[in-house]
């Protein structure tokens, strides 16, 4: 099945301690993403990855890194997680720029 | 820069009444493509529709329609015959085909709550 994993699906986790969000897909799709869903500001772009070691920042990046070591996967890196950063998390993927993208689950953190 | 409006938050309808979620976008691109997504209470996002700007006509799946004007900036969505099984938050989005350094950036608008009550 096509599919965007995400995990862990819920993760509780105290400030500062550091983090990664897996994602992975089985679509051989070059583009990735990184999303966070807040209430009354819809989905915001984190960070995004048109293929293999390319990678660039959407319009939240602060706080938050990530890596394209192999097409599969694009983890979402937390090195020192602040309350601010509690949210709930997509990664998406896509064959083509403008198809639009597939969402994983989601993984709903929260930091306190 | 490129923006996505729903101004409706929450709406709220009987079911079987016909609902409409309204979509206003702003883009200075000519090529660009709009999108709407479901996200149920289970909280995965699902695409439903996908339009080309240079593509106007409606399209009709089942109970779901979208109507598309150009000279408003509007993508609007229509459910008709509400069921429950429609409660979920509506997303509709906007994808720009600006090749800034390759990539694709898919903006969002705040969201619909739509709830059906039996």
């Known amino acids: 099945e096509a599919q965007v994993t995400q995990n862990p699906r819920y993760l509780i986790t105290v400030t500062g301690k550091k983090l990664t969000v897996t994602c992975s897909q089985n679509?051989?799709?070059?583009?990735m993403s990184w999303y966070r869903q807040d209430p009354g500001l819809g989905l915001r772009q984190i960070y995004y990855s048109m293929n293999v070691e390319v990678t660039d920042k959407g319009d939240v990046p602060e706080g938050y890194k990530v890596s394209r070591k192999e097409k599969r996967n694009f983890p979402l890196i937390l090195e020192s997680p602040s309350p601010n950063q509690t949210s709930l998390y997509f990664c998406a993927s896509s064959s083509d720029r403008l198809y639009g993208y597939t969402f994983g689950s989601g993984t709903r953190l929260t930091v306190v | 820069a490129q923006k996505v409006t729903q101004a409706q938050t929450e709406i709220s309808v009987v079911e079987k009444e016909d609902v409409t979620l309204d979509c206003v976008y702003e883009t200075r691109d000519t090529t660009y493509y709009l999108f709407w997504y479901k996200q149920p209470p289970s909280g995965e996002l699902v695409f439903l529709i996908r339009?080309?700007?240079?593509?106007?006509q409606n399209e009709i799946s089942g109970r779901y329609s979208w109507n598309f004007q150009k000279s408003t900036s509007s993508f609007n969505f229509t459910i008709t015959a509400s069921q429950v099984v429609d409660s979920a938050v509506y997303f509709c989005a906007l994808s720009e085909a600006v090749r800034t350094q390759g990539a694709q950036k898919l903006v969002f608008g705040q969201g619909t709550r739509l709830t059906i009550n039996p």
């Open positions: 339009r080309n700007s240079f593509d106007e």
């Open positions: 679509m051989n799709h070059e583009y």
